[in-house]
């Protein structure tokens, strides 16, 4: 149980990740947020974003006409990248760019100072008020945001390949090991062409 031990060495002790966000659970967050974080969380969950990416996005790089976004990516080489948007996240991003006057340069989400982007504690802050609000009694934090793609994603029946390329992972072990982890409900639609009836053989 990867709850309940320590690393050796280690100042934390492990906690195991939470069951991925549902569908509904993730418009129950976006019903309790006013339109900036509403976005927020349609893009991070929608794209399968990290947090530090969603924060850094800039309108230059969305492209609404083609739905397509440019990931200013900083973990891996193939983090920076672009992506195709998701009819959620493109549906959502747009009306916030609408909204905030349809803006051709600058931060996405700029925070309130000034129009700096958010840190990412400011950003957590954010979440679990909004998730407080929707009535989401779990640990709801920005990496779940992302960690909910893939699982949202395999509901969907998107193909994992196209998944992984979403999320830039060079090949789809930490998807199948880490991020889909459907719950056994989320399953009980997938089984259904299990069924056909044999008829029973007749004694000699």
Not at 50 to 70: N, T
């Amino acid at each position: 149980d990867l709850a309940m031990f320590h690393i050796e060495g280690a100042s934390k002790p492990v906690v195991a990740k939470p069951d991925p966000l549902t569908l509904v659970e993730l418009a129950l967050l976006m019903d309790a947020s006013d339109p900036k974080w509403r976005a927020m969380w349609a893009t991070g969950a929608g794209e399968g974003l990290r947090p530090s990416e969603l924060i850094r996005i800039h309108w230059p790089d969305v492209r609404f006409d083609e739905r397509l976004i440019d990931i200013r990516g900083e973990k891996t080489d193939e983090a920076e990248a672009t992506i195709p948007l998701t009819p959620l996240a493109h549906r959502e991003l747009r009306l916030w760019w609408v909204a905030c006057g349809q803006p051709s340069e600058g931060l996405a989400f700029p925070s309130r100072h000034k129009g700096r982007a958010y840190t990412e504690s400011g950003y957590r802050e954010a979440l679990k008020s909004a998730a407080e609000r929707a009535g989401l009694e779990r640990r709801i934090y920005p990496y779940l945001l992302r960690d909910s793609f893939a699982t949202i994603a395999w509901s969907l029946q998107i193909d994992i390949d196209v998944a992984r390329r979403v999320m830039r992972h060079t090949n789809d072990k930490m998807l199948r090991e880490v991020y889909c982890r459907p719950r056994p409900a989320d399953l009980v639609e997938a089984v259904q062409a299990f069924d056909f009836t044999l008829a029973a053989p007749r004694p000699a």
